[in-house]
């Protein structure tokens, strides 16, 4: 195994028998690793704890939280987008948003900044996904057209600052639309939020329900 101490790698001869025991490993070094290639980072010690828990008990650990608008969800997204912009290769790169209720001034919503990245037609998305994962970032799910990340969700819940990253390609940004509808239109920003609170605590341990129930309304308004 490789382990990489201070800047530089270096081979480690002690055989690893499991997740547990390489872990202990690393804590005794004091120092990131690498196996493969592959730096380990804190959120991939994260992941392989939280993958192994039921959906069920993820909703448990990660309830629906509905907050007022904070201020400092601009400066999250701008200090991500600060860090992507080194990781993003600018020949791949579109544009950079900052979708979802925290980029709506004035109206409750979960303390998770949501962020678009379209990315030119021509680009290998999933090379792209791999550098963020590389950066500190955990893929959730992917297709070809589609890739989810995250950051910030722990084995004691969540982190000071939660993201979750839409990794798209040019021109799927329906999102974008919303949200600036939304901050154009107040009222309408309002009756969202009002929606929001009504589901919060039906919902709080189903995520996907809390999703769902919001789909009429987000379509209803992306179509005016």
Known sequence: ??????????????????????????????????????????????????????LEELWQLFPIVLEPHNPEWKNWYEDARKKLLQVIPASALAAIHHIGSTAVPGIWAKPIVDILVELKPTSDMDAVATKIEDSGWFRMSSNERRISLNKGYTPEGYAERVYHLHLRYEGDNAEVAFAEYLRQHPDVAKEYEALKLSLWHKYEHDRDGYTEAKTAFITKHRIL
Request: aromatic share 10%; with cysteine.
């Open 1 to 54: 195994m490789v382990i990489k101490q201070n800047g530089y790698d270096v081979e480690y001869s002690e055989k690893i028998d499991d997740t547990e025991h390489y872990y202990e490993v690393l804590d005794r070094l004091e120092c990131d690793a690498t196996i493969e290639g592959k730096i380990h980072n804190q959120e991939t010690k994260y992941r392989m704890i939280l993958q192994d828990l039921s």
